[in-house]
């Protein structure tokens, strides 16, 4: 049972360069999630979906963009990377929207 | 508006000895409530959760939590640490009709052998 797959585990990138975080889940979940975590910090939302073609922003999502396609797949893009996005990504996903959230192991990105 | 508030930024605790953590909500209503560990480099792994019914809850790893109506809290306690325990710990809080949970800022335990 493979819960919540995040790809890749580390990346490197340039200033200015673009690349997609995957996210896939296994368990069926309407709810999917994208975090991110800087160092000492605790979580903040940058999107969410509700469900396969329905996506909103969170707390934190400029720069960055979502899709939904299918109730498995929530890719993050990041278009024109900055330094301010060095970070780490979680992925995560719930059944129901208030309820206990399943995550993935996460994305450390390093932009230079 | 809605908030956790996870008052200790770093907790150190001797290996062997008992642990509290404390998380105070703030919330319309009584809040699912629920307790996350992530160990370093790792994700977030889901301890223990209230949803309703008896306010001690038991959850993996040896840890319970407390809800206390009265004081908006949701305290979590291990009776004796472990050095695997060095961790940080994340209280969140939601409800079916919300979209997301509410995180606090998270505790980092720190065990001294």
């Known amino acids: 049972n493979a819960g919540v797959t995040q790809t890749p585990k580390f990346r490197i990138l340039k200033i200015g360069q673009s690349m997609t975080l995957q996210c896939t889940q296994d368990m069926n979940h309407n709810y999917m999630y994208w975090y991110r975590q800087d160092p000492g910090m605790g979580l903040k939302l940058i999107y969410y979906?509700?469900?396969?073609?329905?996506?909103d922003k969170g707390e934190v999502p400029n720069g960055y963009n979502v899709s939904r396609s299918t109730t498995e797949d929530f890719p993050l893009r990041l278009e024109l990377a900055a330094p301010s996005q060095t970070s780490v990504y979680f992925c995560a996903s719930s059944y129901v929207g208030g309820r206990s959230q399943h995550f993935g192991d996460g994305t450390r990105l390093s932009i230079l | 508006a809605q908030s956790v508030t996870q008052p200790d930024i770093h907790i150190t605790v001797s290996e062997g000895a008992s642990l509290e953590l404390r998380c105070n909500y703030s919330y319309g209503a009584t809040p699912y409530l629920f307790w996350y560990v992530q160990s370093p480099g790792q994700g977030l792994q889901l301890l223990l959760k209230y949803f309703s019914g008896d306010t001690l809850v038991q959850g993996i790893k040896g840890f319970e939590a407390e809800f206390k109506r009265s004081q908006s809290s949701f305290n979590l306690r291990k009776p004796s640490v472990h050095w695997s325990d060095a961790a940080e710990y994340f209280c969140a809080v939601g409800r079916d009709s919300n979209y997301q949970l509410i995180w606090g800022a998270g505790t980092k335990l720190i065990i001294k052998p």
């Open positions: 979906s509700v469900g396969a073609g329905i996506t």
